[in-house]
C-alpha cells in the first residue's frame, strides 16, 4: 500500500487497502487510507463514511482530534462551512495543540472576516507550534491584513516566501494584494504577475486576479491595450 501510494496510484491503492480490511476491519489507519482515496476522487461523501467508521474504533484523544480534522477538511472541500467549523472544533477539543487545525480555523474566519483576534491568537499559537511553517506565515499574513495591520502582514508574507521553498500563486496573490494596500503598486503588480504565471501553468487561470492588474495598470495610466499585450496573453 506504501509502495502504490507512494507512485501517485490511487485505485491500487484503494485495491489492496480493501484486501488489508478483510483481515483488520477495525484499523484506523486503513479506513483513513481508503478516506483519502475517495477524497482525491472529489467522493467526498463516502471520505466522511470512511473517517466516520475510523471514528468508532478511536480508542484514544490523539486519534479521535486527527480523525475530526479531517473530516473537517472534507466538509471544508464539499462546502459545508458550518460543518467544517463542528469538526474542527471537536478536533481542538481533543487536541488544543493541532496546529494545522489551529491555522486552518483561523484562515477560515478570515476569509469570511470575522473572529479575527480569536483567528490572530490561534494562528500565532500555530506558529509557536510549528516555527517558520510558511502556510501558518501566510495564514498570519492574511489575518493581519483583515484587520488592516498592513505593515505588519507584509513582514509575515515576505517571511513566508522566502521559507517556503515552492510558494503557491495564493502566497504570491496575499503579498500583492498587502503591498498594493501599503501604495507600492509597482511590487504588488510583480507578485500579481508570478501568481497569474503559476496558475496559467496549472491552467486555473482566476479572472478576479486578472482584472486587479487591468485596474492598477489603468491607475498608472498604462495603456489598456499594452496591459491586456503584457499580463493577459
Same mark, same amino acid.
Given at each position: 500500500?506504501?509502495?502504490?501510494?507512494?507512485?501517485?496510484?490511487?485505485?491500487?491503492?484503494?485495491?489492496?487497502?480493501?484486501?488489508?480490511?478483510?483481515?483488520?476491519?477495525? /484499523?484506523?489507519?486503513? @479506513?483513513?487510507?481508503?478516506?483519502? &482515496?475517495?477524497?482525491?476522487?472529489? =467522493? +467526498?461523501? %463516502? #471520505? $466522511?463514511?470512511?473517517?466516520?467508521?475510523?471514528?468508532?474504533?478511536?480508542?484514544?484523544?490523539?486519534?479521535?482530534?486527527?480523525?475530526?480534522?479531517?473530516?473537517?477538511?472534507?466538509?471544508?472541500?464539499?462546502?459545508?462551512?458550518?460543518?467544517?467549523?463542528?469538526?474542527?472544533?471537536?478536533?481542538?477539543?481533543?487536541?488544543?495543540?493541532?496546529?494545522?487545525?489551529?491555522?486552518?480555523?483561523?484562515?477560515?474566519?478570515?476569509?469570511?472576516?470575522?473572529?479575527?483576534?480569536?483567528?490572530?491568537?490561534?494562528?500565532?499559537?500555530?506558529?509557536?507550534?510549528?516555527?517558520? /511553517?510558511?502556510?501558518? @506565515?501566510?495564514?498570519?499574513?492574511? &489575518?493581519?491584513?483583515?484587520?488592516? =495591520? +498592513?505593515? %505588519? #502582514? $507584509?513582514?509575515?508574507?515576505?517571511?513566508?516566501?522566502?521559507?517556503?521553498?515552492?510558494?503557491?500563486?495564493?502566497?504570491?496573490?496575499?503579498?500583492?494584494?498587502?503591498?498594493?494596500?501599503?501604495?507600492?503598486?509597482?511590487?504588488?503588480?510583480?507578485?500579481?504577475?508570478?501568481?497569474?504565471?503559476?496558475?496559467?501553468?496549472?491552467?486555473?487561470?482566476?479572472?478576479?486576479?486578472?482584472?486587479?492588474?487591468?485596474?492598477?495598470?489603468?491607475?498608472?495610466?498604462?495603456?489598456?491595450?499594452?496591459?491586456?499585450?503584457?499580463?493577459?496573453?
Amino acid at each position: 500500500i506504501s509502495i502504490e501510494s507512494d507512485f501517485g496510484r490511487l485505485d491500487s491503492v484503494a485495491h489492496y487497502t480493501n484486501l488489508a480490511l478483510k483481515h483488520f476491519p477495525q /484499523n484506523i489507519e486503513l @479506513l483513513q487510507l481508503r478516506s483519502y &482515496v475517495a477524497q482525491e476522487h472529489k =467522493r +467526498y461523501e %463516502e #471520505a $466522511l463514511d470512511w473517517m466516520n467508521e475510523a471514528l468508532k474504533y478511536a480508542s484514544k484523544d490523539e486519534e479521535r482530534g486527527e480523525i475530526w480534522a479531517s473530516i473537517g477538511i472534507i466538509e471544508n472541500q464539499r462546502g459545508d462551512k458550518k460543518r467544517c467549523y463542528k469538526a474542527y472544533e471537536k478536533a481542538l477539543k481533543y487536541n488544543p495543540e493541532n496546529s494545522t487545525v489551529l491555522n486552518n480555523l483561523a484562515y477560515e474566519y478570515s476569509l469570511e472576516g470575522r473572529n479575527l483576534d480569536k483567528a490572530l491568537e490561534m494562528v500565532e499559537r500555530a506558529l509557536e507550534l510549528s516555527a517558520n /511553517n510558511p502556510t501558518f @506565515l501566510d495564514t498570519k499574513a492574511w &489575518v493581519l491584513y483583515k484587520l488592516q =495591520r +498592513y505593515d %505588519e #502582514a $507584509l513582514i509575515h508574507i515576505e517571511h513566508a516566501l522566502t521559507t517556503d521553498a515552492e510558494p503557491s500563486d495564493v502566497l504570491y496573490e496575499h503579498a500583492g494584494d498587502i503591498c498594493y494596500q501599503l501604495k507600492n503598486r509597482s511590487k504588488a503588480l510583480d507578485y500579481w504577475r508570478k501568481a497569474f504565471e503559476l496558475q496559467r501553468e496549472a491552467g486555473a487561470q482566476d479572472k478576479k486576479l486578472e482584472k486587479k492588474m487591468v485596474i492598477f495598470d489603468k491607475s498608472i495610466s498604462f495603456p489598456l491595450s499594452w496591459c491586456k499585450f503584457t499580463f493577459l496573453w
